[in-house]
């Protein structure tokens, strides 16, 4: 099995940053497409930005400039640094990865999420 374990998620006031980790664990071979999404209340969860395996890069609009995604496929962890955070910003930041294990088959994981709140 595989493990998705989000964290680096807190209360931060606008303007300010935070960096979530997710870092992935179990029977490994490959992790291909990781992606960052978040689910703010009573809205319906939303990608927010995405890293391929050779490391090309898409983000949401809104995030575009003010978010960075990576990756560490060493440690089999990805990265969210979060800049000029705003009240906006405020949800459950969720990852994903899609994962190859040793047994050969192939899937989609999810974190439990990590909570951020944007306030003053």
């Known amino acids: 099995q595989v493990q998705l374990v989000e964290s680096g998620g807190g209360l931060v006031q606008p303007g300010g940053s935070l960096k979530l980790s997710c870092a992935a664990s179990?029977?490994?071979?490959?992790?291909?497409?990781m992606i960052w999404h978040r689910q703010a209340p009573g809205k319906q969860r939303e990608m927010v930005a995405s890293i391929t395996q050779s490391g090309e890069r898409d983000y949401l609009a809104t995030v575009k400039g003010r978010f960075t995604i990576s990756r560490d496929d060493a440690k089999n962890t990805m990265y969210l640094e979060m800049n000029s955070l705003e009240v906006e910003d405020t949800a459950v930041y969720y990852c994903?990865?899609?994962?190859?294990?040793?047994?050969?088959?192939?899937?989609?994981?999810w974190g439990q999420g990590t909570q951020v709140i944007v306030s003053s």
């Open positions: 179990g029977n490994i071979f490959m992790i291909y497409t």
């Open positions: 994903y990865a899609l994962v190859r294990q040793l047994s050969g088959s192939l899937g989609p994981y």
